[in-house]
Protein backbone atom coordinates (compact mmCIF):
# COMPACT_ATOMS: atom_id res chain seq x y z
CA UNK A 1 0.00 0.00 0.00
CA UNK A 2 0.78 3.92 -0.39
CA UNK A 3 -0.75 5.91 2.38
CA UNK A 4 -0.91 9.59 2.23
CA UNK A 5 -0.60 11.02 5.76
CA UNK A 6 -1.48 14.92 5.65
CA UNK A 7 -0.36 17.24 8.84
CA UNK A 8 -0.19 20.34 8.89
CA UNK A 9 3.54 20.21 10.52
CA UNK A 10 6.03 16.92 10.78
CA UNK A 11 9.47 17.09 11.54
CA UNK A 12 12.64 17.15 10.12
CA UNK A 13 14.58 14.34 10.87
CA UNK A 14 13.94 11.38 12.86
CA UNK A 15 14.97 13.13 15.98
CA UNK A 16 11.38 13.89 16.02
CA UNK A 17 11.35 17.69 16.45
CA UNK A 18 7.89 17.59 17.16
CA UNK A 19 5.76 20.48 19.46
CA UNK A 20 2.40 19.29 19.65
CA UNK A 21 0.18 16.04 19.72
CA UNK A 22 -1.17 15.85 16.12
CA UNK A 23 2.61 16.11 15.00
CA UNK A 24 3.41 13.88 17.68
CA UNK A 25 0.79 11.39 16.63
CA UNK A 26 1.58 11.60 12.87
CA UNK A 27 5.61 10.86 13.06
CA UNK A 28 5.05 7.61 15.50
CA UNK A 29 2.21 6.66 13.13
CA UNK A 30 4.38 7.08 9.77
CA UNK A 31 7.53 5.65 11.65
CA UNK A 32 5.70 2.52 13.22
CA UNK A 33 3.40 1.71 9.55
CA UNK A 34 6.68 2.31 7.29
CA UNK A 35 8.14 -0.63 8.61
CA UNK A 36 5.12 -2.55 6.37
CA UNK A 37 4.46 -0.40 4.13
CA UNK A 38 4.99 3.01 1.85
CA UNK A 39 4.35 6.33 3.49
CA UNK A 40 3.72 10.03 1.74
CA UNK A 41 3.55 12.80 4.02
CA UNK A 42 2.40 16.09 2.82
CA UNK A 43 2.72 18.78 5.69
CA UNK A 44 3.04 22.71 5.25
CA UNK A 45 6.88 24.11 4.09
CA UNK A 46 9.00 25.10 7.58
CA UNK A 47 11.17 27.27 6.20
CA UNK A 48 14.46 25.20 7.73
CA UNK A 49 12.95 22.00 5.97
CA UNK A 50 13.89 21.10 1.88
CA UNK A 51 10.73 20.86 0.21
CA UNK A 52 11.17 16.97 -0.48
CA UNK A 53 12.95 14.40 1.95
CA UNK A 54 13.28 10.82 2.85
CA UNK A 55 14.04 9.43 6.53
CA UNK A 56 12.84 6.29 8.36
CA UNK A 57 11.65 5.14 4.93
CA UNK A 58 9.02 7.87 5.28
CA UNK A 59 8.91 10.17 2.20
CA UNK A 60 8.06 13.82 3.44
CA UNK A 61 6.48 16.39 0.44
CA UNK A 62 6.01 20.00 1.99
CA UNK A 63 3.79 22.72 -0.04
CA UNK A 64 2.51 26.30 -0.02
CA UNK A 65 4.76 28.85 1.63
CA UNK A 66 7.56 29.13 3.80
CA UNK A 67 6.43 29.52 7.09
CA UNK A 68 7.76 29.62 10.60
CA UNK A 69 6.05 27.61 12.44
CA UNK A 70 2.81 28.45 14.71
CA UNK A 71 -0.48 28.04 16.41
CA UNK A 72 -2.28 30.78 15.16
CA UNK A 73 -2.69 32.71 12.32
CA UNK A 74 -0.33 32.31 9.16
CA UNK A 75 -3.42 32.56 7.40
CA UNK A 76 -1.99 33.13 4.11
CA UNK A 77 0.90 30.02 4.48
CA UNK A 78 -1.78 28.17 5.61
CA UNK A 79 -4.12 28.48 2.23
CA UNK A 80 -1.64 28.38 0.42
CA UNK A 81 -0.94 24.85 1.75
CA UNK A 82 -4.51 23.90 1.03
CA UNK A 83 -4.44 25.20 -2.84
CA UNK A 84 -1.44 23.35 -3.33
CA UNK A 85 -2.24 20.13 -1.34
CA UNK A 86 -6.10 19.83 -2.97
CA UNK A 87 -4.01 20.09 -6.14
CA UNK A 88 -1.30 17.42 -5.28
CA UNK A 89 -1.38 14.21 -7.58
CA UNK A 90 0.44 11.19 -5.69
CA UNK A 91 -0.35 7.40 -6.52
CA UNK A 92 -2.01 6.65 -3.50
CA UNK A 93 -4.43 3.86 -1.85
CA UNK A 94 -5.72 5.84 1.21
CA UNK A 95 -5.45 9.02 3.03
CA UNK A 96 -5.31 10.11 6.18
CA UNK A 97 -5.52 13.98 7.47
CA UNK A 98 -4.43 14.49 10.50
CA UNK A 99 -5.36 18.01 11.84
CA UNK A 100 -7.83 20.65 10.74
CA UNK A 101 -6.35 22.53 7.99
CA UNK A 102 -5.11 18.95 6.77
CA UNK A 103 -8.52 17.28 6.51
CA UNK A 104 -10.00 19.23 3.60
CA UNK A 105 -6.82 18.56 1.59
CA UNK A 106 -6.91 14.58 2.73
CA UNK A 107 -10.77 15.13 2.06
CA UNK A 108 -9.57 16.92 -1.87
CA UNK A 109 -7.33 14.30 -2.93
CA UNK A 110 -9.25 10.97 -1.60
CA UNK A 111 -12.09 12.43 -3.51
CA UNK A 112 -10.41 13.30 -6.71
CA UNK A 113 -8.22 9.66 -6.91
CA UNK A 114 -11.19 7.56 -5.60
CA UNK A 115 -9.46 6.33 -2.54
CA UNK A 116 -10.49 6.12 1.18
CA UNK A 117 -10.21 8.93 3.11
CA UNK A 118 -9.78 9.34 6.62
CA UNK A 119 -9.47 11.82 9.69
CA UNK A 120 -7.65 11.43 12.57
CA UNK A 121 -9.67 13.37 15.08
CA UNK A 122 -7.95 14.78 18.51
CA UNK A 123 -10.45 17.24 19.84
CA UNK A 124 -13.83 18.85 18.94
CA UNK A 125 -14.05 22.55 18.75
CA UNK A 126 -17.38 23.07 17.45
CA UNK A 127 -18.57 25.95 19.62
CA UNK A 128 -15.38 26.97 20.91
CA UNK A 129 -13.23 27.95 18.72
CA UNK A 130 -13.41 32.16 19.51
CA UNK A 131 -13.36 31.21 23.18
CA UNK A 132 -10.00 29.14 22.73
CA UNK A 133 -8.24 31.02 19.83
CA UNK A 134 -9.77 34.86 19.52
CA UNK A 135 -12.06 36.35 16.71
CA UNK A 136 -9.59 34.32 14.29
CA UNK A 137 -11.50 31.60 15.63
CA UNK A 138 -14.44 32.18 13.24
CA UNK A 139 -12.23 30.68 10.39
CA UNK A 140 -11.75 27.38 12.35
CA UNK A 141 -15.58 27.29 13.03
CA UNK A 142 -16.29 27.35 9.83
CA UNK A 143 -14.00 25.05 8.15
CA UNK A 144 -14.36 22.32 11.25
CA UNK A 145 -18.26 22.28 10.64
CA UNK A 146 -17.91 22.14 6.79
CA UNK A 147 -15.64 19.19 7.77
CA UNK A 148 -17.62 17.22 9.99
CA UNK A 149 -20.12 17.19 7.08
CA UNK A 150 -18.10 15.55 5.02
CA UNK A 151 -18.83 11.88 4.76
CA UNK A 152 -15.34 10.14 5.78
CA UNK A 153 -14.82 6.63 5.08
CA UNK A 154 -13.82 6.28 8.78
CA UNK A 155 -12.92 8.83 11.54
CA UNK A 156 -10.53 7.49 13.92
CA UNK A 157 -11.02 9.50 17.34
CA UNK A 158 -7.91 9.22 20.08
CA UNK A 159 -10.04 9.32 22.54
CA UNK A 160 -13.77 7.86 23.73
CA UNK A 161 -14.50 11.35 24.90
CA UNK A 162 -13.88 12.75 20.80
CA UNK A 163 -15.69 10.12 19.69
CA UNK A 164 -18.78 11.28 21.98
CA UNK A 165 -18.15 14.97 21.06
CA UNK A 166 -18.00 13.63 17.20
CA UNK A 167 -21.67 12.05 17.78
CA UNK A 168 -22.80 15.19 18.83
CA UNK A 169 -21.84 16.77 15.94
CA UNK A 170 -23.99 14.16 13.96
CA UNK A 171 -21.11 11.92 12.57
CA UNK A 172 -22.09 8.84 12.73
CA UNK A 173 -20.75 6.38 15.35
CA UNK A 174 -21.06 3.61 12.76
CA UNK A 175 -18.08 5.72 11.23
CA UNK A 176 -15.90 6.14 14.39
CA UNK A 177 -13.23 4.16 15.92
CA UNK A 178 -11.37 5.00 18.68
CA UNK A 179 -7.65 4.53 18.69
CA UNK A 180 -6.13 6.25 20.91
CA UNK A 181 -2.49 8.56 21.05
CA UNK A 182 0.59 6.13 22.06
CA UNK A 183 4.22 6.97 23.52
CA UNK A 184 7.33 5.88 22.75
CA UNK A 185 8.25 3.88 26.28
CA UNK A 186 11.23 2.12 25.75
CA UNK A 187 13.12 5.03 24.47
CA UNK A 188 12.11 7.09 27.30
CA UNK A 189 12.94 5.20 30.00
CA UNK A 190 16.16 4.62 27.92
CA UNK A 191 17.33 8.36 28.33
CA UNK A 192 19.66 9.27 31.26
CA UNK A 193 18.96 12.35 33.38
CA UNK A 194 19.75 13.32 36.57
CA UNK A 195 17.43 14.97 38.80
CA UNK A 196 17.56 18.44 39.73
CA UNK A 197 19.15 19.49 43.09
CA UNK A 198 16.52 21.82 43.80
CA UNK A 199 12.64 20.81 44.01
CA UNK A 200 11.42 21.37 40.82
CA UNK A 201 8.08 21.52 38.28
CA UNK A 202 8.39 20.45 34.48
CA UNK A 203 5.70 22.58 32.35
CA UNK A 204 5.71 21.27 28.59
CA UNK A 205 3.04 22.77 26.53
CA UNK A 206 2.29 25.76 23.61
CA UNK A 207 2.29 29.04 25.46
CA UNK A 208 -1.42 29.71 24.48
CA UNK A 209 -4.38 31.23 26.80
CA UNK A 210 -6.34 27.53 27.00
CA UNK A 211 -3.31 25.88 28.32
CA UNK A 212 -3.43 28.04 31.15
CA UNK A 213 0.62 28.54 31.96
CA UNK A 214 -0.26 31.98 34.04
CA UNK A 215 -1.67 29.30 36.24
CA UNK A 216 1.24 27.53 36.64
CA UNK A 217 2.95 31.05 37.77
CA UNK A 218 0.37 31.68 39.85
CA UNK A 219 0.63 28.00 41.69
CA UNK A 220 4.41 28.45 42.04
CA UNK A 221 4.31 32.16 43.61
CA UNK A 222 2.16 30.03 45.98
CA UNK A 223 4.33 27.16 46.56
CA UNK A 224 7.26 29.80 47.34
CA UNK A 225 6.28 30.54 50.52
CA UNK A 226 6.47 26.65 51.80
CA UNK A 227 9.63 25.63 49.39
CA UNK A 228 11.61 29.07 48.92
CA UNK A 229 13.93 26.90 46.46
CA UNK A 230 11.49 25.36 43.96
CA UNK A 231 12.18 25.60 40.36
CA UNK A 232 9.53 25.12 37.19
CA UNK A 233 11.14 24.68 33.90
CA UNK A 234 8.66 25.91 30.91
CA UNK A 235 9.63 24.38 27.83
CA UNK A 236 7.52 25.68 24.58
CA UNK A 237 7.03 28.43 22.88
CA UNK A 238 3.83 30.79 21.53
CA UNK A 239 2.16 34.10 21.87
CA UNK A 240 1.68 33.96 25.35
CA UNK A 241 5.37 33.84 25.88
CA UNK A 242 6.14 37.80 26.84
CA UNK A 243 3.26 38.36 29.05
CA UNK A 244 4.07 35.11 30.83
CA UNK A 245 7.73 36.39 31.83
CA UNK A 246 6.53 39.50 32.84
CA UNK A 247 3.62 38.41 34.77
CA UNK A 248 6.54 36.14 36.36
CA UNK A 249 8.68 39.04 37.30
CA UNK A 250 5.31 40.63 38.62
CA UNK A 251 4.42 37.55 40.89
CA UNK A 252 7.97 37.57 42.24
CA UNK A 253 9.24 34.41 40.78
CA UNK A 254 11.53 35.64 38.07
CA UNK A 255 14.31 33.78 39.31
CA UNK A 256 12.21 30.63 40.34
CA UNK A 257 11.34 30.23 36.92
CA UNK A 258 13.33 28.72 33.24
CA UNK A 259 11.74 29.90 29.91
CA UNK A 260 13.11 27.03 27.64
CA UNK A 261 11.39 28.03 24.47
CA UNK A 262 11.20 25.60 21.87
CA UNK A 263 13.57 22.28 22.22
CA UNK A 264 14.11 20.94 19.04
CA UNK A 265 15.09 17.37 20.23
CA UNK A 266 12.43 15.43 21.72
CA UNK A 267 15.11 13.36 23.76
CA UNK A 268 16.20 16.68 25.21
CA UNK A 269 12.59 17.69 26.32
CA UNK A 270 12.34 14.24 28.00
CA UNK A 271 15.59 14.40 29.41
CA UNK A 272 14.10 17.91 31.19
CA UNK A 273 11.26 16.24 32.13
CA UNK A 274 13.03 13.07 33.69
CA UNK A 275 14.95 15.78 35.91
CA UNK A 276 12.29 17.24 37.22
CA UNK A 277 10.14 16.45 40.31
CA UNK A 278 6.80 16.63 39.32
CA UNK A 279 5.07 17.56 36.05
CA UNK A 280 2.22 19.81 35.92
CA UNK A 281 -0.48 20.22 32.97
CA UNK A 282 -2.88 23.12 33.39
CA UNK A 283 -5.04 22.80 29.92
CA UNK A 284 -8.87 22.96 29.64
CA UNK A 285 -8.62 21.98 25.68
CA UNK A 286 -7.17 18.58 25.12
CA UNK A 287 -8.61 15.69 22.96
CA UNK A 288 -6.11 13.41 24.75
CA UNK A 289 -2.73 13.95 26.39
CA UNK A 290 -0.10 12.31 25.14
CA UNK A 291 2.40 14.41 27.16
CA UNK A 292 0.74 12.59 30.93
CA UNK A 293 1.68 9.52 28.89
CA UNK A 294 5.30 11.14 28.26
CA UNK A 295 5.47 11.86 32.15
CA UNK A 296 4.36 7.92 33.09
CA UNK A 297 7.11 7.18 31.44
CA UNK A 298 10.04 9.36 32.43
CA UNK A 299 8.40 7.85 35.70
CA UNK A 300 7.40 11.38 37.21
CA UNK A 301 4.57 12.09 38.53
CA UNK A 302 1.92 14.73 37.41
CA UNK A 303 -0.66 17.33 38.93
CA UNK A 304 -3.01 17.71 35.88
CA UNK A 305 -6.42 19.40 35.51
CA UNK A 306 -9.68 17.03 36.12
CA UNK A 307 -10.60 17.10 32.72
CA UNK A 308 -12.55 14.28 31.05
CA UNK A 309 -9.70 13.57 28.45
CA UNK A 310 -7.01 13.80 30.54
CA UNK A 311 -8.34 11.58 33.04
CA UNK A 312 -9.72 9.03 30.84
CA UNK A 313 -5.99 8.90 29.02
CA UNK A 314 -4.39 8.16 32.09
CA UNK A 315 -6.87 6.26 33.70
CA UNK A 316 -6.64 8.34 36.59
CA UNK A 317 -3.24 7.20 37.56
CA UNK A 318 -0.01 8.44 37.88
CA UNK A 319 -0.83 11.54 39.25
CA UNK A 320 -2.92 13.86 41.30
CA UNK A 321 -5.96 15.71 39.90
CA UNK A 322 -7.16 19.65 40.23
CA UNK A 323 -10.67 21.36 39.47
CA UNK A 324 -10.15 23.86 36.67
CA UNK A 325 -9.50 27.05 37.40
CA UNK A 326 -8.83 26.61 41.13
CA UNK A 327 -4.66 27.97 41.43
CA UNK A 328 -5.03 27.03 45.42
CA UNK A 329 -5.83 23.46 44.97
CA UNK A 330 -3.25 22.96 41.81
CA UNK A 331 -0.74 24.65 44.60
CA UNK A 332 -1.74 22.17 47.28
CA UNK A 333 -1.35 18.69 45.35
CA UNK A 334 2.05 20.56 43.50
CA UNK A 335 3.08 20.37 47.33
CA UNK A 336 2.04 16.97 48.38
CA UNK A 337 4.39 15.11 45.58
CA UNK A 338 6.95 17.57 45.89
CA UNK A 339 7.09 16.81 49.86
CA UNK A 340 5.77 13.19 50.33
CA UNK A 341 8.26 10.86 48.82
CA UNK A 342 5.92 7.68 49.55
CA UNK A 343 2.65 9.28 47.24
CA UNK A 344 5.67 9.70 45.10
CA UNK A 345 6.61 6.39 44.79
CA UNK A 346 3.05 5.01 44.48
CA UNK A 347 1.86 7.55 41.43
CA UNK A 348 5.14 6.94 39.72
CA UNK A 349 4.83 3.00 39.65
CA UNK A 350 1.09 3.46 39.04
CA UNK A 351 1.98 5.18 36.34
CA UNK A 352 4.54 3.30 34.95
CA UNK A 353 2.43 0.13 34.75
CA UNK A 354 -0.38 2.02 33.16
CA UNK A 355 1.36 3.17 30.32
CA UNK A 356 2.49 -0.13 29.19
CA UNK A 357 -0.53 -0.79 26.90
CA UNK A 358 0.34 2.83 25.08
CA UNK A 359 3.13 1.29 23.10
CA UNK A 360 3.04 3.16 19.76
CA UNK A 361 4.02 -0.25 18.03
CA UNK A 362 1.02 -1.47 18.81
CA UNK A 363 -0.82 1.96 18.18
CA UNK A 364 0.56 1.62 14.73
CA UNK A 365 -0.91 -1.88 13.94
CA UNK A 366 -4.34 -0.99 15.01
CA UNK A 367 -4.20 2.13 12.95
CA UNK A 368 -2.88 0.28 9.77
CA UNK A 369 -5.56 -2.73 10.16
CA UNK A 370 -8.09 0.02 9.54
CA UNK A 371 -6.22 1.31 6.56
CA UNK A 372 -6.21 -2.53 5.48
CA UNK A 373 -9.87 -2.99 5.62
CA UNK A 374 -10.41 0.30 4.26
CA UNK A 375 -8.72 -0.23 0.97
CA UNK A 376 -9.32 -4.16 0.43
CA UNK A 377 -5.26 -5.73 1.33
Same mark, same amino acid.
Given at each position: ??I #??????F???E???V?? $??E?R???L??E???? =??????A??????? +?E????G????????K???S?????? =???????????? +??????VD???????????????????PA????????? $??????V?????? $???LER??L????????????F??R?L??? #???????V?I??G???ER??G????????????????????KH????L???????KE??????K?V???P?E???? =?????LG????????????S??????I???????????T?????????????A???????????????????? #????????????G???????????? +???????? +????RSY?????G????????E????
Open positions: MR #GIVTEFPGSEAERG $GATAFHARIAKK =EEVVIITREEEYP +RSKFLIRVIRLGMRKYQRGSLA =ERMSFIVEGVRL +REELDLGQCFIAYPVAWRIAKRAGIVATYHDVWV $GGWIKNGMVGVV $GELYITRRWDKVIAVSETARAEC #GVEPERVVPNVDVIAIEAEKEADPTICCISRLVKYVDEVRAVARLKIPDVRCIGTGERSLR =EMAARVRENVQFLGFVKHADVMRLKSSHVFCLASVEGFGIVLLEAMAEVPFVATAIEPLLEASGGRG #GLFFTPGNVEEMEKLLKLLTDEDL +RRRKIEEG +REWVRWEEIRRVLEVYRLAGK
